[in-house]
């Protein structure tokens, strides 16, 4: 079965590198550099370095369309006189995409597109002047990601084509084909390992935001556990706990940008805000409700995108006195008239910032609630809800201002689970793969049509008077892959599409 992704990978004969100071990444890609004239001295390897890492906020600005909204967590804010995101984000949200929705075709673009610099900077650090503890660093770095980004792809595409080195010809990138998932699961495995006996425990404190041992240990867990290897993914979680992480105190300072990469953090994509570098997130002006005029972002007018709408669904979830729904989402705001306004958004990346478009929250990308829940499911599912499983799962709850839990059985202990993990995580790109994990197929499109007839009878928002259609919310079990997308299909006619697509 042959693929080819030529757009992304002749993006890569040119490799952007960010400008590399102490706030190393934190700054934005001012230029272009051809890589074979690149890579001369430590200072060049760590720009190349900073620029994988930079474009990972491109990646992450829209990651919430494949892993939130596209499950019962959110929805959006319906736009009755603008239809012209029918074909893009609508077709996410209701299930309707299909090989020619180009969300998807910028999903598979943009983490091939990083995986090309990542293969770039592996393949050019044995010749790089440069430290052989940096160059090891780097290697251990770019294989890190490389990995979370393969277990993206496939997670997302199913079977994917492997590409570690860098691909200078068109020719070239027809012959690749893709593999089987077995095969990049090893990849995966083969990164990990690699990261982990290779990265530090942390960095010093002008280098934020590197991954670190912790990162890959803890993604090593979550790619055991999705393989159902729980032996496996206890031993890999178990060593993240002996790594210093701990806990906040307090859920909402989680959030916070002035108190980012702390305890908790394990890995969060790093933005900057309150400057014009070109690096600052704007992730609340894309979920705040439309025609808000300023009422939940405070510049005068300011509308919000009205995407990633929390679902009634979602807040019906939350146990009465959960200290961690006002933090994560509002259920409507009061406008400048004074009138309440029932309509949904997200909370946790909303925080007062100085330039408008310009914030400063980080993406947590894996915390420490993560790892403990995700190694209170694995002890269950290895031996059932043993006393350590019940301390992890409640140390979340209790936090939360929630009682404890205990008594449960195995399969009872599975749901409180996943249902903490939706409200802890909630809004953190964790609801989609959770739902993948933790279902069979026909579980899955069960769980969600009926979550489809819920919405549909009871919309989150006014859709205006406009009815759905017939197909809308309506998921069958192909779609728990999405299609490869079509202008990859056109650039090579040999290409098999996935099932059903």
């Known amino acids: 079965m042959k693929n080819t992704t030529v757009y992304s990978i002749m993006a890569g004969i040119v490799l952007a590198c960010a400008s590399c100071s102490d706030e190393f990444l934190n700054k934005a890609d001012p230029t272009v550099l051809v890589a074979d004239n690149f890579y001369s001295n430590e200072k060049e ?173 803890s993604l090593l867990g979550k790619v055991h556990l999705t393989r159902k290897e729980y032996p496996q993914a206890i031993a890999a979680l178990n060593q993240v706990t002996t790594l210093g992480y701990e806990l906040l105190p307090n859920y909402a300072d989680i959030f916070v940008p002035a108190n980012k990469n702390h305890k908790e953090s394990i890995w969060d994509i790093q933005y900057q805000g309150d400057n014009l570098f070109g690096v600052h997130s704007s992730f ?60 949904p958004f997200i909370n946790k990346y909303n925080h007062p910032h100085t330039i408008r478009g310009v914030t400063n929250d980080n993406w947590p990308v894996i915390r420490y609630a993560d790892v403990l829940l995700m190694l209170a499911e694995a002890i269950n599912e290895a031996s059932g809800p043993t006393g350590e499983a019940f301390g992890h799962l409640n140390a979340i709850r209790e936090r939360a201002g929630l ?64 009815p759905f259609s017939n197909d809308d919310f309506v998921f069958e079990a192909y779609q728990v892959l999405f299609p490869i997308p079509e202008v990859q299909m056109r650039i090579n006619p040999s290409t098999r599409q996935n099932p059903g697509y």
Do not use: C
């Open 45 to 217: 390897l760590e720009q190349a370095v900073a620029g994988v890492y930079g474009m990972l906020r491109n990646h992450f600005n829209n990651e919430w369309q494949f892993n939130e909204y596209i499950s019962d967590n959110t929805t959006l804010h319906f736009n009755v006189g603008n239809r012209g995101n029918g074909p893009a984000l609508e077709a996410i949200e209701f299930w309707q995409y299909n090989a020619a929705t180009p969300n998807v075709a910028t999903l598979y673009n943009n983490i091939y597109s990083v995986m090309v610099n990542a293969n770039t900077t592996l393949l050019r650090l044995p010749d790089a002047n440069a430290s052989d503890a940096v160059k090891r660093r780097a290697e251990g770095e770019m294989k890190m990601i490389r990995a979370y980004l393969y277990f993206q792809l496939v997670q997302h595409f199913g079977d994917v084509i492997i590409v570690t080195e860098p691909v200078s010809t068109p020719s070239e990138a027809f012959a690749l084909e893709r593999q089987p998932v077995e095969s990049v699961y090893q990849l995966i495995f083969s990164d990990l390992n690699d990261a982990i006996a290779a990265l530090p425990v942390s960095h010093p404190s002008n280098q934020t935001g590197r991954v670190t041992r912790g990162a890959a240990l």
């Open 284 to 343: 609340i002006y894309t979920f705040a409700p439309r025609e808000s005029g300023g009422a939940v972002i405070n510049f005068p007018g300011q509308e919000g995108g009205g995407w990633n709408t929390p679902t009634l669904d979602i807040i019906a979830a939350y146990e009465p006195n959960d200290l961690r729904k006002d933090v994560s989402l509002k259920e409507g705001y009061t406008n400048l008239q004074g009138q309440w306004v029932p309509v």
């Open 403 to 466: 009682d404890p839990l205990s008594g449960l059985s195995q399969a009872a202990f599975r749901e409180a689970v996943l249902k903490e993990r939706r409200i802890e995580l909630a809004f953190e790109n964790h609801r989609w793969l959770d739902l993948k994990r933790t279902m069979t197929t026909p579980e899955l499109v069960s769980f969600l049509n009926a979550y489809g007839l819920r919405e549909r009878a009871n919309p989150t928002t006014s859709r205006g008077g406009i």
